[in-house]
């Protein structure tokens, strides 16, 4: 920060341009600006764009800035992000781009939303964060009525992202700010696809918060809003199924797959429901049954789904393998365990996402239980787990699954 900040300083000195001239050209709050500054809130990569074209550094900021950034995980400029969703629903509830910007804008965030399938959470965050505050820029300023209802929607659809990707990374606060942010866009916007997709965000905080039974009803509510042929309706049934009892799950689930069934075409976005991450939800719901047998029936149909060439969330891929791995575990194999589960041990660091630390954890628990005594396999896996888990051991695990080991022949 303190490089960046030289630099900055230094330019502005060079074009004799104070501050307040500096934040009207960035087109920056001047308050926020000098907090960047002082150190006492972190850059972004769009707001050494914004300074770097203002000041003609020619890419000295830019590059100044990118130490300061690291596009990972654990140094997302997290607490700013949280600020900015409180400020943009603010804005919404208080308050002309032309259509090709919002296209752009709309076009770029759908970008982002695909990508996840197969990237790390932390440079999408910063983009499609990049994108909510281009939206939130222009929402404030007086826009016809129909390209401020397209800005909601934009908006939304970038908070409801946001949200998931956050959740992912364990940072609830963060993702609840951003999914009921998301909701009062929608809501704006009046579109219930986008309030749709508002709601599977609220439910995924609800869930990984432990209130199950509101994370069931906004999924209800979510998928009583789409239509036969959004992607999202298939999530928001397999949602409701993952926080709902047993009984009311396997109806859910049902569902979940009758509406896949009903899809035109596959979409491998965060909001869809692929054929890989309808397995995942699958093996959850038996795993909670103690259905052992039907788990590796999911985990099989989440294999043909990558052998046809799907390409599902690797978030769902990595669930899938530790369900599988955890009824291995349960019924005694502990070598065929560890092949299901050392793809997931070898995801880089910032593709180790927060919610498989409950099922990874659970994992360790069954390969270190008495009946694993003296085996090497399993003493192997559970030295492995543990080593991955590092101190996130015991975190969101949200409901108890109905596996203990058998006794070892």
């Known amino acids: 920060m303190a490089d960046f900040a030289v630099v900055v300083r230094r330019l502005m000195t060079e074009r004799d341009i104070t501050l307040r001239g500096l934040a009207r050209a960035a087109h920056y709050d001047q ?16 707001l050494a764009a914004c300074l770097d074209e203002a000041l003609g550094a020619d890419g000295e900021i830019v590059a100044a800035e990118r130490p300061a950034v690291e596009l990972d995980a654990v140094r997302l400029p997290l607490r700013e992000l949280a600020t900015h969703a409180a400020e943009l629903g603010e804005w919404v509830e208080t308050c002309s781009a032309g259509p090709g910007t919002i296209a752009t804008l709309d076009e770029e965030i759908a970008r982002v939303t695909r990508e996840y399938a197969a990237s790390a959470p932390g440079p999408l965050i910063l983009r499609a964060s990049d994108a909510c505050r281009r939206a939130s820029a222009l929402l404030r300023q007086h826009q016809r009525l129909r390209h401020a209802r397209d800005l909601y929607v934009v908006g939304a659809r970038c908070c409801a992202f946001l949200s ?18 998301a909701l009062t866009l929608a809501e704006e916007a009046a579109d219930p696809p986008v309030i ?7 439910s995924k905080v609800a869930f990984w918060d432990g209130r199950h039974q509101r994370a069931a009803d906004l999924a209800a509510r979510g998928y ?50 692929s054929r890989i991450r309808l397995a995942s939800y699958t093996a959850t719901l038996r795993l909670r049954q103690g259905d ?42 502990a070598e065929q365990a560890t092949w299901r589960l050392r793809p997931v041990i070898g995801l880089p660091r910032e593709m180790r996402l927060a919610t498989f630390v409950g099922k990874l954890s659970q994992t360790m628990s069954l390969a270190s239980a008495p009946p694993y005594q003296g085996s090497q396999a399993a003493q192997t896996l559970a030295d492995e787990v543990r080593c991955y888990l590092g101190k996130a051991v015991g975190k969101m695990m949200c409901y108890p699954l109905a596996v203990a080991p058998e006794v070892v022949k």
């Open 292 to 333: 052992l047998a039907g788990v590796q029936a999911a985990a099989a149909d989440a294999d043909a789904a990558v052998r046809y060439g799907e390409e599902g969330p690797f978030g769902s891929w990595a669930q899938v393998r530790i369900s599988a791995a955890l009824a291995l575990l349960a019924t005694g194999d």
């Open 196 to 202: 749709a997709l508002a709601l599977s965000a609220l």
């Open 164 to 181: 998931v990707a956050l959740g992912d990374l364990g940072q609830q606060a963060e993702a609840g700010a951003y999914a009921r942010t």
């Open 224 to 273: 009583q809003l789409t239509r036969a042929t959004d992607p999202v309706r298939v999530l928001l049934a397999c949602q409701e199924a993952d926080a709902s009892p047993v009984p009311r799950a396997r109806e859910a689930i049902t569902l979940a797959a009758r509406a896949r069934d009903q899809m035109a075409t596959d979409d491998s976005g965060v909001f869809s429901c």
């Open 31 to 46: 308050g926020q600006l000098s907090k960047v500054l002082n150190g006492y809130r972190p850059v972004t990569p769009y």
